[in-house]
């Protein structure tokens, strides 16, 4: 018996939750895409990848990055990157 293949993009970093109906109107960018929205090199797109810290998706054999889940990330690390330099400041002070 043969699968039937869906056209249904499968996750590459299970670990990252989502909504399926976020997915519904989001822009879907390549990784040349990708690598212009993040301003990062073709190597480290593909380093991020397969260490799992970006989220991508892939259609037959491209690589799909979300737009939205990219963003939403940066947002997240970011904040978490502040928190901890001002932990830091707070360290030294004491």
Do not use: C
């Amino acid at each position: 018996m043969r699968k039937n293949k869906t056209n249904i993009p499968q996750p590459q970093a299970p670990h990252i939750e989502f909504d399926s109906k976020l997915l519904e109107n989001e822009i879907w960018l390549t990784t040349q895409e990708a690598m212009q929205h993040l301003n990062v090199s073709r190597s480290t797109i593909y380093r991020l990848r397969r260490k799992h810290h970006i989220p991508n998706f892939k259609l037959g054999h491209s690589p799909m990055f979300p737009k939205h889940l990219l963003n939403k990330l940066l947002l997240h690390r970011s904040i978490r990157n502040v928190k901890e330099q001002e932990d830091g400041r707070i360290a030294k002070v004491q």
